[in-house]
């Protein structure tokens, strides 16, 4: 069985600060994808960043970063410099690679406040 | 180029009858998955469907179903609705393949309320 956790169910931050997204996963696969997802309050989930689990390069986009450490099972998320417009639900999905499996397991969701 | 799109956004039904909603998936995009969103559970994986065929199921019971047409438009259908369907519906599409490694890219919702 797959699990996705995201320990922080909210967090709060003022404009500017830094913030990081935790999230661990379990699987018994040695292939899989990590993403994570981003709902604003018009609900639809956007698409952020995919992971493959032989891959474990950091990847930095502009103000946002990600850090997969296998040896941990996780890929955390920070938002550098956050901003209002972060204000959002951010989600962790796991994929397994087995053929014809386009199934997400999703964590809970971290709903993220940036305060002016 | 289009996104997934839903229709319809909003529903309001009640207890006993059914629902159908619908799925247009980006152009080029051969595989379906739907998705129910609630306070409680979160996201849940319902099914996914590829070139007209289901190809994996979530754990639902079987009022929930879905179909898939030829132009990769995808139908779900819940029939005796509960309280407890009412949820916020994803539909995501991808482009799918071997591999597994391709994104799925997500539609606004219908959100389905029951009384």
């Known amino acids: 069985a797959q699990k996705v956790t995201q320990a922080q169910t909210e967090i709060s931050v003022v404009e500017k600060e830094d913030v990081t997204l935790d999230c661990v996963y379990e699987?018994?696969?040695?292939?899989?994808?990590l993403f994570w997802y981003e709902q604003p309050p018009s609900g639809e989930l956007v698409f952020l960043i995919r992971?493959?689990?032989?891959?474990?390069q950091n990847e930095i986009s502009g103000r946002y970063s990600w850090n997969f450490q296998k040896s941990t099972s996780s890929f955390n998320f920070t938002i550098t410099a956050s901003q209002v417009v972060d204000s959002a639900v951010y989600f962790c999905?796991?994929?397994?690679?087995?053929?014809?499996?386009?199934?997400?397991?999703f964590g809970k969701g971290t709903k993220l406040s940036v305060i002016p | 180029k289009a996104g997934v799109t839903q229709t319809p956004r909003y529903l309001i039904k009640t207890r006993g009858q059914q629902v159908t909603l619908s799925c247009s998936p980006i152009?080029?995009?051969?595989?379906v998955s739907w998705y129910q969103q609630t306070p409680g559970q979160g996201l849940q994986f319902l099914f996914e469907?590829?070139?007209?065929?289901?190809?994996n199921k979530g754990n639902f019971p079987g009022r929930f179903s879905g179909r898939q047409f030829s132009n990769s438009r995808s139908e779900m259908n819940v029939s005796t609705l509960e309280l407890g369907d009412s949820a916020l519906y994803l539909c995501?599409?991808?482009?799918?393949?071997?591999?597994?490694?391709?994104?799925?890219?997500f539609g606004p919702g219908t959100r389905l309320t029951v009384t």
């Open positions: 995501a599409s991808s482009l799918a393949g071997s591999g597994g490694h391709y994104e799925q890219y």
């Open positions: 152009s080029g995009h051969r595989s």
């Open positions: 469907y590829f070139s007209e065929t289901q190809r």
């Open positions: 699987t018994r696969d040695t292939t899989y994808y």
């Open positions: 999905a796991l994929r397994n690679s087995g053929a014809g499996s386009y199934q997400l397991t």
């Open positions: 992971r493959n689990s032989f891959d474990e």
